[in-house]
């Protein structure tokens, strides 16, 4: 919409988009997306609309798979420990978890499963982004994809800590600790190169940054 008469249309859609036209500036003011003509609709939806989607997937996907692994190993070392409560990983380790992690998973946004001349040009790019076709019913995005990411967590989480903990041995706290801690961090590094179809230079410094960050 691109006129006041369009406001109460815009704020009762799914996607309000506003264009900025004579008519002033109120559908604008109420549209989730704003757009100086309509013919820039098309790279919205087209472009920015399906990179959206997919980034948001695999981050969101991604942030419950490292979450997972951190609890997996709190609660498997509990065995060790006797249930005694005592943490893994000290406070700083902690800490510096989710922080080391930001950096490389926000540039997780430069992800493109497609080049965007094939999104402004091929129709059959979207099946892969909905599900209203019966006869090709196909999608990038399901309930499946994301408990296998839940399992390779569980899985990935408990091979770390029984390597660990028989190299460690049964007295070496801290090497255990910090092999554990260590060896995950680097394991998710190699994870996130694998979940990206195009590696970027901003993912490439990113993650550079998380293994010197850890290293100090």
Avoid at 155 to 166: M, T
Avoid at 181 to 191: A, G, R
Wanted: with cysteine.
């Amino acid at each position: 919409g691109d006129g006041g008469n369009d406001v109460i249309m815009i704020q009762n859609s799914d996607v309000g988009v506003g264009i900025i036209g004579k008519e002033g500036q109120q559908a604008a003011r109420a549209a989730d997306y704003v757009i100086s003509e309509f013919k820039y609709l098309k790279r919205l939806c087209c472009v920015h609309g399906v990179d959206s989607i997919s980034r948001s997937w695999t981050i969101g996907n991604y942030s419950f798979y490292k979450s997972i692994i951190f609890c997996i190993i709190q609660t498997g070392y509990a065995m060790y420990s006797s249930y005694s409560g005592v943490s893994l990983f000290n406070s700083i380790q902690v800490t510096l978890y989710n922080i080391l992690l930001f950096v490389p998973i926000v540039s997780m946004v430069t992800k493109r499963i497609y080049e965007e001349h094939e999104l402004l040009n091929d129709p059959l790019v979207y099946q892969y982004y909905n599900d209203t076709n019966q006869k090709n019913k196909r999608t990038l995005f399901s309930f499946p994809e994301f408990i296998i990411s839940l399992i390779m967590g569980v899985v990935q989480a408990l091979v770390l800590e029984v390597f660990a903990k028989f190299s460690a041995g049964y007295n070496a706290y801290d090497y255990l600790a910090n092999t554990v801690f260590f060896s995950n961090l680097c394991t998710q590094d190699i994870i996130m190169l694998m979940l990206l179809p195009n590696i970027t230079w901003l993912n490439f410094w990113a993650i550079l940054f998380c293994l010197v960050a850890m290293w100090l």
